[in-house]
């Protein structure tokens, strides 16, 4: 048999309230103010005897006008298709911004530090998250930045400028550190990405001797390696974690929109420093995180940007991991 739910018009759900209301008049209402904000964002992840704890910075969104010139080969109709399917409200397709905290058990290591008050004022929630999640700045022993773009570094440094990590050791590929500092490649660069150079090396200059320049395959510490994801700048690096069985990928700037990147992995960002080669990697780690089943997490994906990748009639989707209370 056959039951059908009917949704009650506005009308009669208004009529209906102002009975309940009528009922308990008796009593006093009980008047809290509705939150504007957000339960803290931190949610923890175990891979076998590491602890992942995903950090959220903030909430964004690419404006609809801007996504023909924000992605490559960018087709509006399929475009509007997969923000309605993917429920995305009009005006925008939303990203988040992440950092991750990996806790070995002996050693803390951040990756990635947020945007601070670089991108707008729905960022710089990281440190505010740290706190929240029980972690001081000065625990952070060491910081892996993927990348030298502001909204994975700005967050390294005070209002003022200065270093805000007291104690950590800063860990960025060769080949990133190198770009950016280089005035030629400045001069070279296309006009969009040239701002992005003067905060990279301020990020460098206030850490000075704590950052440690490092080959695109380090190993962090045991079960925590970095590993070259290349395409979206020249030392772009993902942290791969693995303990007793398990494995984890924070694959930095793999997806920027969720909603048309999965399905659509050849829409490389206009960011992206070789948006062909951005495109191959997208695909090819789509492809091992589906065919090995690994849990992957990212910088931009809907927090807490932890999941599962899974092929679908059209390029690939996000699975993310539900909700767990045990660790
Ligand atoms: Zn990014």
Redesign the pocket.
Known sequence: MHRTISLPRRGALLGSLAAVAAFGSGTAPAAVPLATQQAPGFYRHRVGEIEVTALLDGNLAFPDAALPNLFRNYDAAIGTRLKTEAFNAPGGVPLA?NAFLVNTGTRLILVDAGAAAALGPNLGQIPRNLRAAGVALEDIDAIVLT?L?R??AAGMLTAEGAALFPRAEVLVAEAEAAYWSDSGEETRAPAPLRPFFGPARAVLAAYGSRVRRIGLETEVAPGVRTLAIPGHTPGHLGVHVASGGAQFLMW??VV?AQSLQFARPDWSIS?DSDPDLAARTRSRIFDMAATDRIVVAG??LAFPAIGHVARRSEGYGFVPAMWRSPL
């Open positions: 911004v990348h773009h909204d994975h930095g700037d920027h960011f910088s931009h």
